[in-house]
Nanobody, 124 residues
Framework: QVQLVESGGGLVQAGDSLRLSCAAS????????MGWFRQAPGKEREFVAC????????SFADSVKGRFAISRDNAKNTVYLQMNSLKPEDTAVYYC?????????????????WGQGTQVTVSS
């Protein structure tokens, strides 16, 4: 079992940066692919980024490529999402998730464990 708690969200202006953190508990964290998803009001939850257990492979949604970075520290049981050059369309609740898969995993349905989410609001 993996329990996830996100932090770092907030209200920023367009062009600013934020770093989200996801603290995990559970012995299996280091073997999980970790992902970030987001859900804007009235929209479905969508994939943002993921990182494999070793940190050796990552994947990003086209909408955030070149602006967002994902990393993890298995010693601290934490995964990070660095968000730069934020845009108003990045406004959403951001969720951290863990997948039992050890490969790059972008499908929402393959993630077993979810955090409660953290709100990111980008004003224009």
């Amino acid at each position: 079992q993996v329990q996830l708690v996100e932090s770092g969200g907030g209200l920023v202006q367009a062009g600013d940066s934020l770093r989200l953190s996801c603290a995990a508990s559970g012995r299996t964290f280091s073997s999980c692919t970790m992902g970030w998803f987001r859900q804007a009001p009235g929209k479905e939850r969508e994939f943002v980024a993921c990182i494999t257990w070793s940190g050796g492979s990552t994947s990003f949604a086209d909408s955030v490529k070149g602006r967002f970075a994902i990393s993890r520290d298995n010693a601290k049981n934490t995964v990070y999402l660095q968000m730069n050059s934020l845009k108003p369309e990045d406004t959403a609740v951001y969720y951290c998730a863990a997948s039992r898969s050890m490969a790059v995993t972008t499908a929402l349905g393959l993630y077993t464990y979810w955090g409660q989410g953290t709100q990111v609001t980008v004003s224009s």
